[in-house]
């Protein structure tokens, strides 16, 4: 099994895109490019970084996540996550990457602030971000046309001193 039928295992279902940016399906051909292209990135040179999600005991595939739109002038960036298997849902995977990935934006990359938009629905991810550190900002409205409608978006930031607060310089997130 290699990263590529990894992600494609469940990339194109509806349950996991419907609350990503697209539901339009993506060719094997796309993923392969996207994938070729993100693990060859510089955060800095490239403004994005995308890492895979793997449970460190069994190994298992669990999803992509990054920081996008890095910019080193504003030292801020967005942040995107993804469990792809529906049976993973809500066992705190996404809490953990999401801390380990703030842990990474605030103590290597430097940044000042870390901030995502998500479907106001998705109410899962909002938990999730909430129990990271990541505080509600406003809201985007009607933002999105999914499911037939405009929905709403909700903006969410941390900033890199209420996540040092929490988190002292040197402290470690997770287990070794
Ligand atoms: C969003 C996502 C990364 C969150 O990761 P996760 O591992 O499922 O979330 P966690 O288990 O860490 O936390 C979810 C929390 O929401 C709770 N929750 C689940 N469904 C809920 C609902 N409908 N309403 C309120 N809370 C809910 C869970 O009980 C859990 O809280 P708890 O730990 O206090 O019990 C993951 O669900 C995912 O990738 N979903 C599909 C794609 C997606 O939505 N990506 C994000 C786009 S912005």
């Not at 996404?94 to 703030?102: A, K, Q, R």
Request: hydrophobic share 40%; with cysteine.
């Amino acid at each position: 099994m290699t990263d590529l039928d990894d992600i494609l295992k469940y990339w194109n279902t509806y349950e996991l895109r419907r609350f990503l940016g697209s539901t339009i399906p993506m060719s094997r051909q796309a993923e392969k490019e996207w994938l070729e292209r993100v693990t060859k990135y510089s955060p800095f040179k490239d403004g994005e970084m995308v890492l895979a999600i793997v449970d460190k005991m069994s190994n298992e595939f669990l999803g992509t996540c990054g920081v996008f739109d890095i910019s080193s002038a504003n030292r801020h960036a967005e942040f995107g996550i993804a469990i792809h298997n529906p049976d993973n849902l809500s066992k705190g995977y996404g809490t953990d990457t999401t801390l380990v990935m703030l842990w990474i934006a605030f103590n290597i990359l430097g940044l000042n602030t870390v901030y995502l938009r998500a479907f106001s629905k998705n109410k899962r991810a909002l938990k999730a971000y909430e129990k990271a550190g990541f505080k509600m900002v406003g809201t985007l409205r009607g933002h999105v046309f999914s499911e037939g409608e405009f929905q709403d978006h909700v903006m969410m930031d941390i900033t890199a001193g209420e996540f040092f607060e929490r988190y002292p310089a040197g402290t470690q997130i997770g287990q070794p």
